[in-house]
């Protein structure tokens, strides 16, 4: 079974920049969720994705980041403009009935 | 109160040492309790999952769940060097929504 798929691994933008992250679940997966690890910090939730609707999306900047699900499978997270305190690593996850939660490899953005 | 409360650690043990890792959490309808294990630079890895009260074993971990205290734990039995990570503890509800602790950072001396 493949694992979750994210890119780029790493990306190093200014602040005010955009930048955009894919993950590609596991096949079957219908939850995909996207985190942010702060270095230090465990990872916190941005957005959980039941198929293409949201779940969940109270703790995601709204006015910077947003988030797609188109066709209930792949996602997009992008964050515009971004700040220097969006330095972390954004974490994929998908589950399959609330259990199992796989996460991908992550990516590292370093805003500068 | 944050949702998923774990000791930041670090916690330090010998080798062949049991650890044991503690975490509270808030919400008294949480259904199902995670311990992850992350190394450095890698992204979480799923060591244990528990649904009822009682004790889990898998090999060397043991989880511990006691739903009337919100409390949920890992014992590392016969620590070993390579299991010097930071374990996260999390926990979702009913929605499916998986909530993180900060992380407990585990290191085993030889």
């Known amino acids: 079974e493949a694992g979750v798929a994210q890119s780029p691994r790493y990306k190093i933008i200014e602040k005010r920049q955009s930048v955009a992250f894919w993950c590609n679940p596991i096949?079957?997966?219908?939850?995909l969720y996207w985190y942010q690890q702060i270095l230090g910090q465990g990872p916190k939730l941005l957005i959980q994705?039941?198929?293409?609707?949201?779940?969940?999306d109270s703790q995601l900047p709204k006015d910077r980041f947003s988030a797609e699900r188109l066709k209930g499978v792949d996602s997009t997270l992008k964050i515009q403009p971004a700040k220097l305190e969006d330095s972390a690593v954004y974490l994929c996850?998908?589950?399959?009935?609330?259990?199992?939660?796989?996460f991908g490899s992550g990516t590292r953005l370093t805003v500068v | 109160q944050k949702e998923v409360e774990q000791n930041s650690g670090p916690l330090s043990v010998p080798e062949g040492a049991i650890a044991s890792l503690n975490c509270t959490y808030s919400?008294?309808?949480?259904?199902?309790f995670f311990w992850y294990r992350q190394y450095s630079g890698k992204s979480p890895e799923l060591i244990m999952s528990?649904?009822?009260?009682g004790d889990k074993e898998d090999g060397r971990f043991t989880a511990q769940l006691n739903k009337a205290s919100q409390y949920v734990s890992l014992l590392i039995r016969d620590s070993q060097p390579s299991d010097s990570a930071t374990y996260l503890c999390?926990?979702?509800?009913?929605?499916?929504?998986?909530?993180f602790g900060q992380g407990t950072e585990l290191s085993v001396k030889p």
């Open positions: 919400d008294r309808v949480s259904q199902s």
């Open positions: 096949s079957g997966h219908a939850t």
């Open positions: 528990i649904y009822s009260n």
């Open positions: 999390a926990v979702s509800n009913q929605g499916g929504k998986l909530i």
């Open positions: 996850a998908s589950s399959l009935y609330r259990v199992g939660y796989t």
């Open positions: 994705f039941q198929n293409n609707g949201v779940v969940d």
